[in-house]
């Protein structure tokens, strides 16, 4: 089993960009993942964004390179970055270096995906064989899916099933305009979707109830069996998202959940999921 979304990060980089929880308000290390996970077979870790700095990523950087169990990272990167060519071609030459991860949630409109910049972004990272994990809301969904049809052969990533709402149900208009939009990112061969989903950090300090939901097979597999039927398990692949899904339930718990929300699958369905579609996208 490979998890593709796990994170680690030095608590000065918290002090600078927000105020976590205080369960994973600490510096957080690969042996800390490994704690957490004892006893579920983890083939190796994919680690993710360790911050937004170059020290950050210089961090992630060096960790990965002295722990065996992680298999690659993606550091940040801002897609406007003037000097994202050359990032891309510095982090190239780092051996578990597989991608950056760009952040459209909470910074930019619905509509930034149609830019030609963002567009010139995706490319650079095409042009390298790299992965471009996107964060991303449900309202940047269909210009992303436009952008991607611009720009084919991205190896894109979708983090967390694009963060649906899941207030109101699936008959609700949010619901809807996920799934449409679902829809209209899976029709981009290259693109695919993490089967991960945890409750956001900052909603959960205002609202602790609401771990109920995001622990609730019944809940999420309406969003995970959709996601698996549009794109296909050979386009998904799982992440733990720890240390935040710590915030939900155990490490196994989240496992479980996500193996039992998927069902039914077959062995190779469910060996596709859980490990053999981030062998080949993030070329394992």
């Known amino acids: 089993m490979v998890d593709t979304h796990c994170h680690v990060w030095r608590i000065e980089s918290l002090r600078r960009a927000w105020r976590a929880p205080d369960k994973i308000y600490r510096t957080l290390r690969v042996s800390d993942v490994l704690s957490s996970a004892k006893g579920v077979p983890l083939a190796g870790l994919v680690l993710i964004e360790a911050g937004m700095t170059d020290d950050d990523n210089r961090w992630l950087a060096a960790v990965a390179s002295r722990n065996s169990e992680v298999l690659g990272f993606v550091t940040y990167a801002d897609p406007l970055?003037?000097?994202l060519e050359k990032r891309l071609d510095g982090w190239r030459k780092a051996t578990k270096f597989r991608g950056v991860r760009f952040r459209l949630e909470g910074i930019h409109p619905a509509s930034f995906p149609t830019t030609q910049r963002f567009k010139d972004a995706l490319a650079l990272v095409r042009d390298r064989n790299l992965v471009v994990e996107l964060l991303i809301k449900p309202h940047h969904m269909r210009s992303l899916a436009g952008a991607l049809d611009k720009v084919q052969g991205v190896k894109a990533v979708i983090d967390h099933l694009a963060k649906p709402s899941m207030n109101g149900g699936s008959s609700s208009a949010q619901h809807t305009t996920w799934e449409q939009g679902m829809r209209a990112l899976a029709e981009s061969p290259s693109t695919i979707c993490k089967i991960s989903l945890s409750a956001p950090a900052d909603e959960l300090v205002k609202q602790p109830s609401i771990t109920k939901r995001f622990n609730d097979v019944r809940v999420i597999g309406t969003y995970m069996r959709h996601a698996l039927k549009q794109?296909?398990?050979?386009?998904?692949?799982?992440?733990?998202?720890?240390?935040l899904s710590s915030l939900v339930a155990s490490y196994e718990s989240v496992l479980l959940t996500a193996r039992t929300a998927l069902q039914p699958l077959d062995a190779r369905d469910e060996a596709a999921v859980f490990h053999d579609t981030a062998r080949k996208a993030y070329s394992l």
């Not at 794109?231 to 240390?243: E, I, L, M, N, Y």
Request: proline content about 12%; glycine content about 12%.
């Open 81 to 83: 970055d003037p000097r």
């Open 231 to 243: 794109f296909g398990a050979s386009r998904c692949c799982w992440g733990s998202d720890w240390p």
